[in-house]
């Protein structure tokens, strides 16, 4: 709902700003909607750093024994770092 708020509150601004034709004394909706459609880009703009702080936060390498020799007992590891997006 993050991203999805953000860009609401973006869309309800507009709506405000360039769709709407109303008066009131001492309120003006195009004031209102310039203030929403800010604050929907703030939000937008913290809901997609949070989204890619976490995606990077789920991603750790892997280490995985590839051979072990039985005579030295010595070990090769390898490690993988899965960083690209998943494929959808």
Same mark, same amino acid.
């Given at each position: &709902?993050?991203? /999805? ?6 869309? *309800? @601004? !507009? %709506?405000?700003?360039? /769709? +709407? ?7 003006? %909706?195009?004031?209102? @909607? =310039?203030?929403? &459609?800010? @604050? @929907? *880009? =703030?939000?937008?703009?913290? !809901?997609?750093?949070? /989204?890619?702080?976490? $995606? $990077?936060? =789920?991603?750790?390498?892997?280490? =995985? #024994? #590839?051979?072990?020799?039985? +005579? ?17």
């Amino acid at each position: &709902m993050s991203i /999805a708020g953000g860009i609401i509150l973006i869309m *309800l @601004g !507009a %709506i405000f700003t360039w /769709a +709407v034709e109303f008066d009131l004394a001492g309120f003006d %909706i195009n004031v209102l @909607g =310039v203030i929403l &459609m800010l @604050g @929907g *880009l =703030v939000w937008l703009l913290i !809901a997609l750093y949070r /989204a890619n702080v976490a $995606r $990077r936060a =789920v991603t750790s390498p892997t280490t =995985v #024994v #590839v051979e072990e020799d039985p +005579v030295t007992h010595r070990r090769v590891y390898e490690e993988r770092r899965y960083d690209d997006p998943p494929v959808v």
